[in-house]
């Protein structure tokens, strides 16, 4: 049985990431999920701490912008902010460096393929779409720099990935909405699709 006050320490932990103490915030979220490992808020808590921490930008915006949602709909909420920060680069493979074991077991299912492994494989003579989807079956591509992103993103362009492209230019957008790069391949990505 948790000893712990769920809803208590989350509150800490929010108030603490309101106040810009990103580490207290993450020991505070990492507390609620070792006790209760199935916490999404606290999952997600964890993440968006990280990426404050590391000084990823969006991380604050991000918090307020799933902190509004929840008024709404809590379980949809939590939805959709996992969904977001999926999409976000590599921030689940740095998470289950720092954490303790209980954390990094719930974190090793979403382990993957380097993109600069994927991108070797094509070097070595690999077709895209046939290496991709049979990446897409088994596994998935995390990808930790922005060149890298933006690479992905091209490729998928070209090589008739439309609706994928779409979906992950959308996410990032809604984080970076004034970002040129992700604005030229959005441009191109409608180009595409009216020709």
Do not use: C, W
Not at 19 to 38: G, H, I, M, R, S
Not at 69 to 81: N, R
Not at 128 to 155: A, C, G, P
Request: proline share 2%; charged share 30%.
């Amino acid at each position: 049985m948790s000893t712990i006050s769920k809803y208590q320490i989350l509150s800490q932990a929010k108030d603490s990431f309101s106040k810009a103490d990103y580490k207290n915030a993450l020991e505070k979220f990492a507390t609620v999920l070792q006790n209760y490992p199935n916490s999404t808020e606290a999952y997600n808590g964890v993440i968006l701490a990280e990426m404050a921490m590391s000084g990823e930008g969006g991380a604050e915006a991000l918090f307020d912008y799933y902190e509004i949602l929840k008024e709404d709909d809590k379980e949809q909420a939590d939805t959709i902010m996992s969904e977001i920060l999926q999409n976000i680069d590599g921030s689940l493979e740095k998470l289950s460096q720092v954490f303790a074991d209980p954390i990094r077991d719930r974190l090793e299912f979403e382990d993957g393929i380097l993109y600069k492994d994927f991108k070797n494989i094509l070097e070595e003579g690999g077709e895209f779409r046939e290496t991709f989807e049979n990446i897409m079956f088994s596994t998935r591509v995390i990808i930790t720099q922005k060149d890298d992103f933006i690479d992905f993103l091209d490729r998928l362009i070209e090589h008739d990935f439309a609706e994928m492209a779409l979906t992950y230019l959308e996410n990032a957008l809604s984080i970076y909405p004034s970002d040129k790069l992700l604005r030229k391949l959005l441009k191109k990505l409608a180009k595409g699709k009216n020709s």
